[in-house]
Structures are given as C-alpha cells and as structure tokens.
C-alpha cells in the first residue's frame, strides 16, 4: 500500500502549487453554485489537493482559495435566484432537484432564517439549494453573506487541514513503517466518518427542530 499511495501524492505533489490551488477554487465554485453542488464532488477535491501541500504558504493559500470558490459559487447562486428563480426551479434541471427539496429549503430558510444558511453549508442537497433559495427571498445579499462567510471558512479549514496532516503524516512515515499507508487510510476513514455521522445528526437535528416548529403553528396559519 505505501508503495501506491507514495505514487499517488507524489503525482499529486508534482503539480504545480498554484494549480493545484486553482483547480481546489473551480472545484468548490462548482460545488456550491446552483445544481453543480450535487453531482461536482467539492470534498474530495480539497482533500486531494490538500494531501500535497507543504509548507505553511500553500496551506493557506489553499484555505483562501476554497473560501473563494465557495463564497464565489454561493454568491452566484443567489443572484441567480434573485434575478431567474422562479423560472430555475421550474426548469428541467430544477425539476431534477425535486419540488420536495426546493419546498424543504424555503421552509427551512422561513423558519430558520439566517441560522439556515450557515447549517445548510454542512447539508447535502441543501448546501446548492438554498442559495439560489435565499435569492428568491427578501434577505439582503449582505446579511446572506454574514451567515454564509463562517461556515465557508470553517469548512475550508476542516477540510484542508484533515488532508494536510493526512498527507504529511504519511511522507514523514512512509520511510519508517510499512503500515504508513493504513495510517493515511485510517485518517481520510474516520474524517469522512465522522462528516457523515455529523451531518446526519445535524439533519435530523433540523428535521426535529422543524417537525416541532409545524406542530406548534395553529393550522389556519399554515393555510396560505
């Protein structure tokens, strides 16, 4: 296993730092613009551009650069909702993102207001829904940005940080122990672990939130 994972982050490694950096920026921009964020796979990107930093420079050239990408592609997934919403969600690629999630990201956005914007970052489905969701809304461009700016940045940081220490831990090991590759193995595993378990407590944290929310409302404030 050392042997291939030794290949694989020293080719990762060989490409030039700053495009390495870049492709990380196109990759979150991707991720969290409108649709792409369900299929363009943003995490993965970061973790395998990170796993060849060195150096503190690219470390936080990196972070900056998938803070970018994200805010770049949240900002124009909410002047897309602001200015073509209506007619995105009933497009044929809204259509593939279902009426039943557009309807969960307004309700949600509705009963959690900002909150919602930074949660839904860690969410799947949401963090590409809301948005253009948010667009649609009467919340302003700034305060979207003030709930939205910390979640970027402390997922950027969670991210390359995981597969900064995950790549260096295996070049400084790889020389001295042969399961060095199970120890980078083990690393990614249990981050991605870890993500998944917290985003589904976090979902189901919201879905109860929301569940409780919609008991407590008298039914003819439900009815429009």
């Given at each position: 296993m050392n042997d291939v994972l030794s290949w694989i982050l020293t080719t990762v490694q060989s490409v030039d730092p700053l495009l390495r950096?870049?492709?990380?920026?196109?990759?979150?921009?991707?991720?969290?613009?409108?649709?792409?964020g369900v299929i363009a796979p943003g995490d993965t990107i970061v973790l395998v551009a990170s796993s060849g930093v060195v150096g503190p420079l690219q470390y936080f050239a990196l972070v900056a650069a998938?803070?970018?990408?994200?805010?770049?592609?949240?900002?124009?997934?909410?002047?897309?909702?602001?200015?073509?919403g209506p007619r995105i969600r009933h497009s044929r690629l809204?259509?593939?993102?279902?009426?039943?999630?557009?309807?969960?990201?307004?309700?949600?956005?509705?009963?959690?207001?900002?909150?919602?914007?930074?949660?839904?970052?860690?969410?799947?489905?949401?963090?590409?829904?809301?948005?253009?969701?948010?667009?649609?809304?009467?919340?302003?461009?700034?305060?979207f940005m003030a709930w939205t700016v910390p979640a970027c940045v402390l997922w950027a940081f969670a991210y390359v940080s995981v597969g900064t220490f995950a790549g260096g831990?295996?070049?400084?090991?790889?020389?001295?122990?042969?399961?060095?590759?199970?120890?980078?193995?083990?690393i990614v595993?249990?981050?991605?672990?870890?993500?998944?378990?917290?985003?589904?407590?976090?979902?189901?944290?919201?879905?109860?939130?929301?569940?409780?929310?919609?008991?407590?409302?008298p039914n003819e404030a439900r009815e429009p």
């Open positions: 950096t870049l492709i990380a920026m196109v990759g979150m921009f991707c991720e969290t613009s409108l649709f792409l998938v803070i970018v990408g994200s805010l770049g592609g949240e900002s124009v997934g909410f002047a897309l909702g602001r200015y073509f809204g259509r593939r993102i279902g009426e039943k999630n557009w309807d969960r990201a307004e309700n949600y956005l509705a009963r959690r207001g900002g909150i919602a914007v930074f949660i839904s970052r860690f969410l799947p489905v949401l963090h590409s829904v809301v948005p253009v969701t948010v667009g649609t809304s009467p919340m302003r461009y700034r305060t831990s295996f070049r400084q090991l790889s020389g001295q122990l042969s399961f060095a590759g199970f120890i980078f193995v083990g595993v249990v981050f991605a672990v870890l993500a998944l378990v917290g985003k589904k407590l976090l979902e189901r944290r919201e879905a109860r939130h929301m569940s409780v929310a919609d008991a407590e409302t």
